[in-house]
């Protein structure tokens, strides 16, 4: 069954081109297959992942303020944060073509990506506003990149790309919890492979 | 090393950002989705907006020989349950309603609100809040509510640079944190976080103390996050019996929290004045 998965999101990724619009929220819904589905019928032996309540208790809290925890983080974390509060600090227009500046759920999304970032100790190599309108957290190591776009809609979309094939870009359903981990996890592995 | 009779504390500029006072209790049989609307009708005067939240789990205290009995199945998570979220006109104040758990919270927000104080706001919100909640269940005879238990929760920030720059001050502000060692390998921490829990007298309760730090994203800062909370079965489930144990519940968490923090932190930070 998840072979079927991959080769048929593999088909669907083959017929889209190759240029970096395909980050594009609008086209994101040519993706018919999202990494969540792909990875948990790739798991069949952890039932824990597929249980909906499981990836609910990721995010129970009675507390209404949130902060992000620093108590295992990397060291390299606080310095990331301040990066991302300066792009959120960018006004409308901020690349004089018409681009939103980063909202709240865009940031919200991307935070909660820096931290599972640091708790694998996986430091981005940038954080920049995104010309979509959100935040775009990239990785690069030689010729292979990756980034996550974390958008103001509320989307989040993963890219990867070896810069000679096609780019393989997918949408994580959830900016929390299980779906969060799978996407970072999937980039590490492309990055450091 | 209780003291009761020391004077109850007291802070011109105590570091609380929130408060949470709740009961969790049986879920009601006839409980569904469309209650939480027709509940939220009559309070939303009040509380103008919402959000669906996922639903807390059971976090019954258990003592002694109760640890090796298994959960009661009622308080297991339901897959049709969902927690929603009635907020305030001022966005200071949150009723979170879930089939087995009723919670209100205060909090501080971004500027420079004070603590409204327990006894004159807090307090009677939640009593406010806790009567509409047992009215609306009565009218629509969704059952009786059973009470299992009460909590209370304070949430304290520390910001960087007020008393503290970095973790080997952390003993300055926490005596609990004694930061020492043999000296022989071991330099200075990076990050320091502790939990702690005390037992109430009576096995009336539980207090648990997290302190661990964060960021805050409202305005960009390192802090401390000391967060204290309370947890016990009351007598019964009548209003008065609750409001007992909240009572005992903040007064552990607020004499804990005086406990636990230095002297130097209540005279120089948060100008304790009594």
Known sequence: MSSVAFTLRDTVLQVLPSDMSLTRPQNRLRNAFTQRDAVLEDLPDDPSLARPQNRLRNAESPLWTKTVSLANASGWLVGTLHRLHDVARLPDNWNSYGAVAPNATALANAQNFLHELSELDFEPSRIDPSAENGVCISFRAGNRYADIECFNSGDVLAVTSDGSGQPQIWEIIAASGDDLRMAVAQIRTFVRS | ????????????APPVVETALGVEFAPLGSWGVPHFGLFWHGIQGEYD???????LSS????????RAQPEQPFFDLLPTQARCWFISLDDRTLIQVQNGRFLLNWRKGEGQTPYPRYEQTVRPRFVAAWQSFTRFVEDQKLGEI???????????????GAGWKDASDISEVFPVWAGRTLGEFLPQPERVHFGANY?????????RVTMQPAFRSSDHSEILQLTLTARGRPQSSSEADILAWLDLGREWVVRGFADITSTKMHEEIWRRTR
């Open chain 2, 1 to 12: 090393m209780q003291d009761n009779r020391r004077p109850f504390p007291e802070f011109d």
């Open chain 2, 49 to 55: 907006h919402f959000e669906v939240q996922p639903p």
């Open chain 2, 59 to 66: 976090q019954i205290e258990q003592f002694g020989e109760e």
């Open chain 2, 146 to 160: 059973a009470v299992a238990q009460c909590e209370v929760t304070y949430v304290n920030h520390l910001p960087i």
């Open chain 2, 199 to 207: 037992l109430l007298p009576g096995r009336r309760g539980r207090l």
